[in-house]
């Protein structure tokens, strides 16, 4: 009676022993898939992220570009080259409202929204933010720029002697 006894308790411990490795191995499981999950999530929220980012460094780049050129002058093939590039860009990866907006602006079209407002209209719309109003964008023009500016960059422009 005594061996029955012992022979149950000693298989009673193994059973418990065994179902202990199991939970602790299916908790340990569990513990890194659900870390893995939190993990490929954050991932994704950054990988998003820093794709809006781009999409709003895109814009702005265009208009800066697009901004530098006086409105009565003619575009060199260079210029004309990189606003092809950053315009083509900007048609095939950003939502149509903000793509047709943008373009009007840059062809200076009738009704078309200022640059500012295309700006602010990019930031509401990739990265969800519309803290800011067009008063808070800063625009240095070439009403900046002294005569000095202007003769010193027609001596240093490219082909010119």
Not at 86 to 110: A, G, R, Y
Request: proline share 4%; charged share 30%.
């Amino acid at each position: 009676m005594i061996e029955t006894f012992l022979t149950s308790i000693v298989g009673s411990l193994t059973a418990i022993a065994l179902l202990i490795l199991v939970l602790k191995e299916w908790a340990i499981t569990r513990l890194r898939a659900s870390i893995d999950a939190e993990y490929e999530r954050r991932h994704e929220d950054y990988k998003r992220n820093l794709y809006r980012i781009e999409k709003v460094e895109l814009i702005s780049e265009l208009l800066s570009e697009w901004i530098k050129i006086p409105p009565d002058e003619n575009i060199p093939r260079e210029e004309r080259t990189i606003l092809n590039k950053l315009s083509f860009k900007c048609s095939l990866w950003l939502s149509p409202d903000l793509s047709k907006e943008l373009s009007k602006v840059v062809q200076c079209l009738p009704g078309a929204k200022s640059l500012f407002q295309v700006l602010l209209m990019a930031r509401n719309e990739l990265i969800d933010d519309a803290n800011i109003g067009a008063e808070h964008i800063t625009c240095w023009d070439a009403t900046h720029e002294t005569k000095a500016d202007r003769k010193t960059e027609q001596k240093t422009a490219p082909g010119v002697q």
